[in-house]
T-cell receptor
Framework: DAKTTQPTSMDCAEGRAANLPCNHS???????VYWYRQIHSQGPQYIIH???NNETNEMASLIITEDRKSSTLILPHATLRDTAVYYC??????????FGAGTILRVKS | DARVTQTPRHKVTEMGQEVTMRCQPI?????VFWYRQTMMQGLELLAY????????DSGMPKDRFSAEMPDATLATLKIQPSEPRDSAVYFC?????????????FGPGTRLLVL
Protein backbone atom coordinates (compact mmCIF):
# COMPACT_ATOMS: atom_id res chain seq x y z
CA ASP A 1 0.00 0.00 0.00
CA ALA A 2 1.17 3.51 -0.74
CA LYS A 3 2.44 5.57 2.16
CA THR A 4 0.57 8.77 2.98
CA THR A 5 1.90 11.93 4.59
CA GLN A 6 -0.29 14.30 6.58
CA PRO A 7 0.40 17.34 8.77
CA THR A 8 0.51 16.49 12.43
CA SER A 9 -2.11 19.04 13.41
CA MET A 10 -4.26 21.87 12.09
CA ASP A 11 -6.58 24.48 13.52
CA CYS A 12 -9.79 25.74 11.95
CA ALA A 13 -12.29 28.39 12.99
CA GLU A 14 -15.81 27.20 13.62
CA GLY A 15 -18.03 27.79 10.60
CA ARG A 16 -15.14 27.97 8.19
CA ALA A 17 -14.06 25.32 5.73
CA ALA A 18 -11.45 22.87 6.98
CA ASN A 19 -9.05 21.74 4.27
CA LEU A 20 -6.97 18.73 5.24
CA PRO A 21 -4.14 17.83 2.85
CA CYS A 22 -2.69 14.41 2.20
CA ASN A 23 0.30 13.44 0.11
CA HIS A 24 0.37 10.00 -1.52
CA SER A 25 2.99 10.40 -4.22
CA UNK A 26 3.61 6.65 -4.60
CA UNK A 27 -0.02 5.68 -5.02
CA UNK A 28 -0.66 3.01 -7.64
CA UNK A 29 -3.37 3.11 -10.26
CA UNK A 30 -5.72 0.76 -8.48
CA UNK A 31 -5.37 2.22 -4.99
CA UNK A 32 -8.21 4.24 -3.58
CA VAL A 33 -7.87 7.18 -1.21
CA TYR A 34 -9.91 6.69 1.96
CA TRP A 35 -10.55 9.17 4.73
CA TYR A 36 -11.59 8.22 8.24
CA ARG A 37 -11.79 10.24 11.41
CA GLN A 38 -11.65 9.36 15.07
CA ILE A 39 -13.35 11.51 17.63
CA HIS A 40 -11.92 11.20 21.13
CA SER A 41 -12.76 7.91 22.84
CA GLN A 42 -14.72 6.59 19.85
CA GLY A 43 -13.97 4.15 17.07
CA PRO A 44 -12.84 5.52 13.71
CA GLN A 45 -15.60 6.64 11.36
CA TYR A 46 -15.59 6.34 7.59
CA ILE A 47 -15.90 9.70 5.83
CA ILE A 48 -15.33 9.35 2.11
CA HIS A 49 -13.21 7.63 -0.52
CA UNK A 50 -12.23 8.15 -4.15
CA UNK A 51 -10.14 6.77 -6.97
CA UNK A 52 -9.69 9.47 -9.59
CA ASN A 53 -12.66 11.80 -9.57
CA ASN A 54 -13.61 14.31 -6.93
CA GLU A 55 -16.26 13.03 -4.57
CA THR A 56 -18.82 14.64 -2.32
CA ASN A 57 -21.17 13.26 0.28
CA GLU A 58 -23.14 14.63 3.20
CA MET A 59 -20.04 14.82 5.38
CA ALA A 60 -17.28 16.12 3.16
CA SER A 61 -15.72 16.60 -0.25
CA LEU A 62 -12.63 14.87 -1.54
CA ILE A 63 -10.48 16.60 -4.12
CA ILE A 64 -7.87 14.39 -5.81
CA THR A 65 -5.23 15.97 -8.02
CA GLU A 66 -5.08 14.89 -11.63
CA ASP A 67 -1.79 13.04 -11.09
CA ARG A 68 -3.32 11.43 -7.98
CA LYS A 69 -0.26 12.23 -5.90
CA SER A 70 -2.17 14.27 -3.37
CA SER A 71 -5.67 14.95 -2.16
CA THR A 72 -7.58 17.31 0.10
CA LEU A 73 -10.47 16.53 2.39
CA ILE A 74 -12.82 19.49 2.76
CA LEU A 75 -15.27 19.92 5.60
CA PRO A 76 -17.30 22.83 4.25
CA HIS A 77 -18.54 24.31 7.53
CA ALA A 78 -16.53 22.93 10.42
CA THR A 79 -18.18 22.66 13.82
CA LEU A 80 -16.72 21.94 17.23
CA ARG A 81 -17.90 18.34 16.84
CA ASP A 82 -15.55 17.93 13.89
CA THR A 83 -12.56 18.11 16.23
CA ALA A 84 -10.92 14.73 15.71
CA VAL A 85 -7.96 12.86 14.25
CA TYR A 86 -8.34 12.54 10.48
CA TYR A 87 -6.69 9.62 8.71
CA CYS A 88 -5.84 9.54 5.03
CA UNK A 89 -5.22 6.02 3.73
CA UNK A 90 -4.27 4.68 0.32
CA UNK A 91 -5.25 1.10 -0.29
CA UNK A 92 -6.44 -1.38 -2.86
CA UNK A 93 -9.98 -2.58 -3.02
CA UNK A 94 -10.43 -5.64 -0.88
CA UNK A 95 -7.17 -5.19 0.99
CA UNK A 96 -6.60 -4.18 4.55
CA UNK A 97 -6.24 -0.49 5.29
CA UNK A 98 -3.19 0.71 7.20
CA PHE A 99 -3.86 3.65 9.50
CA GLY A 100 -1.06 6.14 10.05
CA ALA A 101 -0.79 8.87 12.67
CA GLY A 102 -3.31 11.16 10.98
CA THR A 103 -3.93 14.89 11.40
CA ILE A 104 -5.32 16.29 14.62
CA LEU A 105 -7.91 18.87 13.59
CA ARG A 106 -8.91 21.35 16.25
CA VAL A 107 -11.97 23.42 15.50
CA LYS A 108 -12.05 26.54 17.62
CA SER A 109 -14.90 28.91 18.41
CA ASP B 1 -29.22 2.64 12.54
CA ALA B 2 -27.11 -0.51 12.26
CA ARG B 3 -23.98 -0.53 14.42
CA VAL B 4 -21.15 -2.80 15.40
CA THR B 5 -21.45 -3.78 19.03
CA GLN B 6 -18.62 -4.82 21.32
CA THR B 7 -18.62 -6.34 24.78
CA PRO B 8 -17.39 -5.68 27.35
CA ARG B 9 -16.81 -1.96 26.94
CA HIS B 10 -14.30 -1.94 29.79
CA LYS B 11 -12.24 -4.72 31.32
CA VAL B 12 -9.76 -4.67 34.17
CA THR B 13 -7.94 -7.89 34.86
CA GLU B 14 -4.79 -9.21 36.42
CA MET B 15 -1.78 -10.48 34.56
CA GLY B 16 -2.13 -14.12 33.60
CA GLN B 17 -5.90 -14.10 33.34
CA GLU B 18 -7.80 -14.97 30.17
CA VAL B 19 -9.61 -12.14 28.43
CA THR B 20 -12.37 -12.63 25.88
CA MET B 21 -13.70 -9.76 23.81
CA ARG B 22 -16.80 -10.12 21.65
CA CYS B 23 -18.01 -8.33 18.58
CA GLN B 24 -21.30 -8.42 16.73
CA PRO B 25 -20.82 -7.14 13.18
CA ILE B 26 -23.50 -5.30 11.26
CA UNK B 27 -26.02 -7.75 9.83
CA UNK B 28 -25.09 -8.63 6.28
CA UNK B 29 -21.46 -7.57 6.56
CA UNK B 30 -19.10 -10.36 5.53
CA UNK B 31 -15.77 -8.92 6.65
CA VAL B 32 -14.69 -8.44 10.27
CA PHE B 33 -11.53 -6.71 11.47
CA TRP B 34 -9.81 -6.57 14.85
CA TYR B 35 -7.63 -3.57 15.69
CA ARG B 36 -5.63 -2.54 18.73
CA GLN B 37 -4.93 1.08 19.59
CA THR B 38 -2.32 2.41 21.98
CA MET B 39 -0.76 5.82 22.38
CA MET B 40 2.62 4.49 21.32
CA GLN B 41 1.66 2.34 18.33
CA GLY B 42 -1.52 3.96 17.12
CA LEU B 43 -4.15 1.84 15.39
CA GLU B 44 -2.82 -1.59 14.43
CA LEU B 45 -4.63 -4.29 12.49
CA LEU B 46 -4.47 -7.59 14.36
CA ALA B 47 -6.56 -9.87 12.15
CA TYR B 48 -9.44 -9.97 9.76
CA UNK B 49 -12.00 -12.45 8.50
CA UNK B 50 -14.03 -12.71 5.35
CA UNK B 51 -17.08 -14.93 5.25
CA UNK B 52 -15.92 -16.20 8.68
CA UNK B 53 -12.59 -17.45 7.31
CA UNK B 54 -9.40 -15.87 8.65
CA UNK B 55 -7.62 -14.00 5.86
CA UNK B 56 -4.79 -12.34 7.70
CA ASP B 57 -3.68 -12.58 11.30
CA SER B 58 -0.09 -11.51 10.78
CA GLY B 59 -0.51 -8.58 13.15
CA MET B 60 -1.48 -10.77 16.05
CA PRO B 61 0.91 -12.28 18.62
CA LYS B 62 0.26 -15.95 17.96
CA ASP B 63 1.42 -17.31 21.27
CA ARG B 64 -1.25 -15.61 23.34
CA PHE B 65 -3.87 -14.16 21.01
CA SER B 66 -6.55 -16.01 19.09
CA ALA B 67 -9.43 -14.78 16.95
CA GLU B 68 -12.44 -16.73 15.78
CA MET B 69 -15.84 -16.32 14.17
CA PRO B 70 -18.09 -19.06 15.55
CA ASP B 71 -20.90 -17.76 13.37
CA ALA B 72 -21.70 -14.81 11.14
CA THR B 73 -23.04 -12.76 14.04
CA LEU B 74 -20.17 -13.20 16.48
CA ALA B 75 -16.43 -12.60 16.39
CA THR B 76 -14.20 -13.20 19.40
CA LEU B 77 -10.70 -12.14 20.35
CA LYS B 78 -9.04 -13.97 23.20
CA ILE B 79 -5.86 -13.27 25.10
CA GLN B 80 -4.44 -16.04 27.24
CA PRO B 81 -2.50 -15.35 29.34
CA SER B 82 -2.88 -11.58 29.42
CA GLU B 83 0.08 -9.29 30.12
CA PRO B 84 0.30 -5.61 31.13
CA ARG B 85 1.57 -4.72 27.64
CA ASP B 86 -1.78 -5.89 26.24
CA SER B 87 -3.46 -2.89 27.84
CA ALA B 88 -5.07 -1.00 24.97
CA VAL B 89 -8.36 -0.25 23.28
CA TYR B 90 -9.47 -3.09 21.03
CA PHE B 91 -11.74 -2.19 18.15
CA CYS B 92 -13.82 -4.45 15.99
CA UNK B 93 -14.96 -3.26 12.57
CA UNK B 94 -17.14 -4.82 9.90
CA UNK B 95 -17.54 -4.19 6.22
CA UNK B 96 -18.91 -5.52 2.97
CA UNK B 97 -16.63 -6.94 0.31
CA UNK B 98 -17.68 -7.45 -3.25
CA UNK B 99 -18.21 -3.93 -4.50
CA UNK B 100 -15.80 -1.43 -6.01
CA UNK B 101 -14.71 -0.29 -2.59
CA UNK B 102 -14.70 -1.45 0.96
CA UNK B 103 -15.49 0.73 3.95
CA UNK B 104 -15.27 -0.31 7.54
CA UNK B 105 -17.68 0.47 10.34
CA PHE B 106 -16.08 0.48 13.75
CA GLY B 107 -17.51 -0.49 17.08
CA PRO B 108 -17.05 1.57 20.27
CA GLY B 109 -14.10 -0.50 21.43
CA THR B 110 -13.17 -2.54 24.50
CA ARG B 111 -10.84 -0.73 26.89
CA LEU B 112 -8.58 -3.33 28.45
CA LEU B 113 -6.35 -2.74 31.43
CA VAL B 114 -4.10 -5.57 32.56
CA LEU B 115 -2.59 -5.04 35.98
Amino acid sequence: DAKTTQPTSMDCAEGRAANLPCNHSTISGNEYVYWYRQIHSQGPQYIIHGLKNNETNEMASLIITEDRKSSTLILPHATLRDTAVYYCIAGEYGNKLVFGAGTILRVKS
Amino acid sequence: DARVTQTPRHKVTEMGQEVTMRCQPILGHNTVFWYRQTMMQGLELLAYFRNRAPLDDSGMPKDRFSAEMPDATLATLKIQPSEPRDSAVYFCASGVAGGPFETQYFGPGTRLLVL
